[in-house]
């Protein structure tokens, strides 16, 4: 269906106004609103509508959606559902969509009627919405709702009639009936595959700070955002598919004004988080590898860890090392514990124990624990493996049993 375009009256002195001039002016506005509604949104439920169970009774409860011309389909009470519904379209699943409706009604305070036999010749129009149900085949296509004309579905959905008999419904989910041998039906849903209203931009700002959202805006060049007194500029990045800029403080002044960066970004290739990112739940990285590029320095950079348990590239003694740190010894032992599952539980094979000194001069020497074969290809370098290895009472022990085969001429 084609779309036209908007037309205003052009009202002048001692214009003489027919019912055209009013029925033009109305539908102006009708026609700004729903183009609104379908160009800068979308179309599909836009909040409640829920279907739920209430009193195990199925029940569709208020809310508002737009169909696909932009229409609002309003539905101010609850719509319940019983098995009459199901006997009626003798089946035990039933689709339901809500679709829109015009009503016309008189005014009571009129002083004359337009004409009782004619339900157009009335003095309001109402527009509602309507739940109706049908049999429940295939899953359907909320995107392609039944009745709709294939040309309508076409992007960009312009065109907005205000005629109910051009149907566009909104899906709302299936009903399903279990009937058994004795007592009355029970009832489930399934809702996980209705069609809401979504928003087209390519930039959203907030208008009180420095937060964005741009969705595959790719800017050539740095943009510039002023709030009150604060100038807040945007690296430009045309690699760049999706990015979340969070609220900053600007600098003091304006004249070393930086550019922000994403603290989140995607590209073609990469995903990128700047500053800590906090996951809940595992990570999994599936056919990819953990690299550290850049690695700590400073004091500075290792206290952004807090003491907690941690794996990180590092500058150390030796050079370059990675690193992985158990934390601060301070709220009790820790041990590093390297392992497998069996049965659904973990087995320990190599566990490494850091103990607090109690006396505060500092943490014990860790204690390696090995359970299975330990197998060694080289040295084991240490600078006194007796002292290190044995006590000093087994050390004295051994030490007159070696002099004493010396002086029996043993080897």
């Not at 009937?179 to 931009?201: C, H, K, M, Q, W």
């Not at 103990?355 to 505060?360: E, I, Q, V, Y």
């Not at 390696?368 to 050390?395: F, N, P, S, W």
Request: aromatic content about 8%; proline content about 7%; hydrophobic content about 35%.
């Amino acid at each position: 269906m084609s779309a036209s375009p908007a037309s205003r009256v052009n009202y002048f002195d001692r214009q003489y106004l027919r019912l055209s001039e009013l029925n033009d002016e109305q539908a102006y506005h009708l026609q700004l609103h729903r183009r609104h509604n379908l160009s800068h949104h979308g179309w599909g439920i836009v909040v409640g509508l829920d279907l739920v169970l209430q009193e195990d009774r199925p029940v569709v409860l208020p809310g508002l959606a737009v169909d696909g011309y932009g229409r609002e389909l309003l539905l101010l009470e609850r719509k319940p559902f019983s098995r009459d519904d199901f006997d009626r379209l003798a089946t035990n699943r039933i689709d339901l969509w809500l679709e829109y409706r015009l009503a016309y009604s008189t005014d009571p305070l009129a002083p004359i009627d337009c004409g009782a036999s004619d339900p157009r010749r009335q003095y309001r129009a109402i527009e509602r919405a309507d739940v109706f149900s049908m049999r429940a085949g295939a899953r359907p296509d909320p995107r392609k709702p039944p009745g709709v004309d294939s040309d309508a579905l076409e992007e960009p959905l312009l065109a907005t009639p205000d005629d109910p008999a051009l149907r566009w419904p909104v899906y709302l989910g299936r009903i399903l009936m279990q009937v058994p041998a004795s007592g009355p039906p029970t009832f489930s849903i399934e809702a996980g595959d209705r069609a809401y209203a979504g928003l087209n931009a390519e930039l959203i700002d907030h208008p009180g700070n420095a937060a964005r959202i741009e969705l595959g805006r790719r800017p050539p060049r740095t943009d510039e955002k002023r709030i009150g007194e604060d100038s807040f500029h945007y690296a430009a990045d045309e690699d760049r598919d999706f990015a979340i800029f969070v609220p900053v403080q600007p600098p003091v002044d304006p004249t070393m004004a930086t550019d922000l960066q994403p603290a989140f970004s995607i590209y073609n290739a990469a995903t990128q988080v700047r500053g800590s990112a906090e996951v809940h739940g595992n990570l999994l990285l599936d056919g990819s590898s953990l690299q550290f590029n850049k690695r700590l320095d400073d004091a500075e950079d290792l206290a952004s860890i807090d003491g907690n348990p941690a794996l990180y590239r590092a500058k150390g003694a030796q050079g370059d090392e990675l690193r992985i740190d158990v934390g601060e010894l301070n709220d009790g032992d820790r041990s590093f514990v390297l392992g497998y599952t069996k049965n659904g539980e973990f087995q320990d094979a190599v566990t490494i124990r850091f103990t607090s000194d109690p006396a505060g001069g500092g943490v014990a020497n860790p204690i390696v624990t090995v359970k299975g074969d330990l197998h060694i290809d080289g040295t084991i370098q240490c600078l006194d493996i007796r002292t290190r290895t044995l006590t000093e009472d087994v050390a004295a022990q051994l030490a007159g049993m070696l002099q004493a085969a010396i002086t029996s001429g043993g080897s």
